[in-house]
């Protein structure tokens, strides 16, 4: 046969199955899709407050001292998840908590210099060079 006729009739097999996908999935679409609701809607009323439920209002002036204890909490929180990675990596390397310094936490992406390969990666292209 012709060589030509063979693309065409290939290439014309593949638009004609994806047309009928197309199609397919828009019958799905009519069939299981949302039913459009009423045209008669309620209006929204607004809620009534209530007494009980405190109302927002401008923000409250911070005190030094409360400043200085949101910043000890933040250091606490922080010595906890040095602690929790430490178990961690603990528990994992089978090694004892004292085998080991955590130097430095990072989030992630913070020293990758705009990389997005993996460090095994970046240590192969900088050893060819």
Known sequence: MNKWLIMFA?????????????????VFHLIFGKRPESKKQKPIQEPKPQSGIPQAGP????????????A???AKSGNELIAVIAAAISAASGLSASAFRIASIQPEGAGDLGFKTPVWGRIERFNRQ
């Open 10 to 26: 290939g290439i014309g097999t593949v638009f004609v199955a994806l047309i009928s996908i197309i199609a397919i999935i828009q």
């Open 72 to 74: 000890s909490a933040q």
């Open 59 to 70: 923000a409250q002036a911070v005190s030094p001292k409360q400043a200085e204890q949101s």
